[in-house]
């Protein structure tokens, strides 16, 4: 079973075929990517690129461009000062699916 790591949106994730994973999110339109491999493993035998494995490349699908994340909240909150202020964020992310490692 072939593995790689790959670098997407300046963050290294390491993949497998048939795996999906969630990705920073893409820029609008962005049907495919391809992206090169940082390190790769087939089996036993790791190859180590400096900054690329030269011939491999990975290829992805882009299966949700937009998928919202978990809800983070913030609370400030200071006894007897009247102070208490509440904020959420949700970050954005983009669902790829990793078709091929060639």
Do not use: C, F, N, W
Request: glycine letters at 8%.
């Amino acid at each position: 079973m072939k593995k790689a790591v790959i670098l997407v949106g300046g963050k290294q994730y390491l993949v497998e075929e048939k795996e999906t994973l969630r990705v920073d999110l893409l820029p609008e339109g962005t049907k495919e990517l391809e992206t090169d491999a940082l390190l790769l493993i087939d089996g036993d035998k790791t190859t180590v690129g400096t900054p690329t494995v030269k011939g491999v490349k990975v290829s992805a699908k882009v299966v949700e461009p937009k998928v919202a994340g978990e809800k983070v909240r913030v609370i400030r909150y200071h006894s007897k000062k009247r102070v208490h202020t509440e904020t959420g964020h949700r970050q954005k992310y983009s669902e790829i699916l990793i078709e091929k490692i060639a």
